[in-house]
């Protein structure tokens, strides 16, 4: 290369580090990763405040689940589809769907201020109420309803925005960077983007020390030292990503069929009467609470923390009857993630299944079993061994994890299991063709 074709290029590169128009997105970005990890702080906090009145009123009659529930599951779906149209369901579907639409007037109906205020508020109702679902997901949806927002303001409409506020919004919501990232390349772009990377990275970064600064460093479950040390311990991987992948497989399905209408008169009465179908949802919801003394509902984040630290006092149907509760939930209509609640049912599997090892390490199984059931779900094995692995701090079982993360996503596969989020996001994307119906 040439001395004047180097200064050439040295010129062009002070000339877009100096960039007015690259300034002016950077600042977007890193506004977006503020507000978004403020969002998700304040939706944790919050989460936790409204699940504790729940069990406060469990604590008075655990009956009163019979009626808080199936009101309060009726209640979101009515305001849902009355006032906040497209913030039903996780929301991670909506972010995907977003970034394939090229009208900014349409990607609103996706996300938008006002949108993320509604999901913030009805995911905290289905908390309260007894709801079987998590803030994560949700989260998701916000953050890239607030960088989009941040882009509206600015003026421009940045293609990297929606995929670094799910990013921001996964990283903030369970304290793990790198989950955050790796879930924006294999799950939300299913792709690298070098042009944004840098600033998607960024934004994370903010959104993160936001969440640092506010809640401290923490690990979601704490730190696990469960390890496989015997070679026949090994047993478990395979055993727990069959398992796992199976169950979480069959919870894909179940969601997809449901969201795509089920056939015959039950089909025709669920989308005839949304509100009088969520309060039925509610109820069996309810009656799942009642079998395992309210196990069951909120995130399921108390739950899965006692089974991987072996304290105890969490009940042997756990696993079962959290399963429903959250395919009932998720089902309803109601707005809520399953990111939570499908570690927590991973972990309930986990215990059933260190019953069939009884010389393996409990916790190496739960965990083994929550990656893989996670695996199963979300058909994005990367991103379940690496949100795990963070979230507990197990280096010591990073291949194991990953082998069974691995096995869970080709038994999913073999089941015909759709990736659940990118099967959604594509009813969102045929509705908004539809004029939004």
């Not at 960077?177 to 970064?205: C, D, H, K, N, W």
């Amino acid at each position: 290369m040439s001395p004047s074709n180097g200064f050439a290029r040295l010129r062009r590169s002070r000339h877009l580090w100096f960039s007015r128009r690259l300034w002016q997105q950077r600042l977007v970005f890193w506004l977006g990763g503020l507000a978004t990890g403020g969002a998700a702080v304040l939706l944790a906090i919050a989460a936790d405040y409204v699940q504790a009145w729940f069990r406060g009123a469990l604590g008075i009659s655990p009956y009163l689940a019979l009626a808080i529930t199936p009101a309060g599951l009726a209640l979101s779906v009515y305001l849902t589809r009355r006032f906040f149209p497209g913030s039903q369901g996780s929301g991670i579907p909506q972010a995907i769907a977003a970034r394939r639409l090229h009208d900014a007037a349409v990607r609103t109906r996706l996300l938008s201020a006002r949108l993320a205020l509604g999901k913030i508020l009805l995911t905290l109702l289905g908390l309260l109420t007894g709801a079987s679902a998590g803030r994560e997901g949700p989260t998701v949806q916000v953050g890239a309803a607030l960088m989009h927002a941040a882009g509206s303001v600015a003026g421009r409409h940045y293609r990297g925005l929606i995929l670094a506020g799910g990013a921001a919004g996964v990283a903030a919501a369970f304290n793990t960077p790198l989950a955050g990232i790796v879930f924006a390349i294999e799950e939300m772009s299913r792709s690298f983007e070098q042009r944004t990377s840098g600033l998607v990275l960024t934004t994370v970064i903010i959104a993160g020390l936001v969440s640092l600064a506010l809640l401290g460093d923490y690990t979601y479950f704490g730190h696990s030292a469960a390890m496989l040390q015997r070679p026949i311990d090994w047993l478990a991987v395979p055993l727990c990503g069959v398992a796992g992948g199976t169950a979480g497989g069959l919870f894909s399905l179940g969601v997809v069929a449901a969201a795509r209408g089920l056939p015959g008169a039950p089909g025709r009465w669920m989308a005839a009467h949304p509100v009088a179908f969520a309060a039925l949802c509610g109820l069996l919801v309810a009656l799942a609470g009642l079998a395992c003394g309210g196990a069951v509902h909120g995130t399921g984040y108390a739950e899965a923390k006692r089974l991987l630290e072996g304290a105890g006092g969490v009940p042997q149907s756990f696993g079962v009857l959290k399963f429903l509760a959250t395919l009932l939930s998720t089902v309803s209509g109601i707005p809520g993630g399953i990111f939570s609640p499908s570690l927590a049912v991973g972990a309930g599997l986990g215990a059933d299944l260190a019953r069939l090892l009884p010389g393996t390490p409990p916790g190496a199984i739960i965990l083994l079993a929550m990656v893989a059931y996670f695996s199963g779900v979300v058909q994005a094995p990367i991103t379940a061994f690496v949100i795990v692995l963070e979230m507990t701090d197990s280096s010591a079982m990073t291949v194991p994890l990953m082998a069974a993360a691995l096995i869970a996503y080709g038994t999913a596969r073999v089941l015909g299991t759709p990736a659940i989020y990118h099967a959604l996001s594509r009813d969102f994307l045929r509705r908004q063709s539809d004029g939004g119906a």
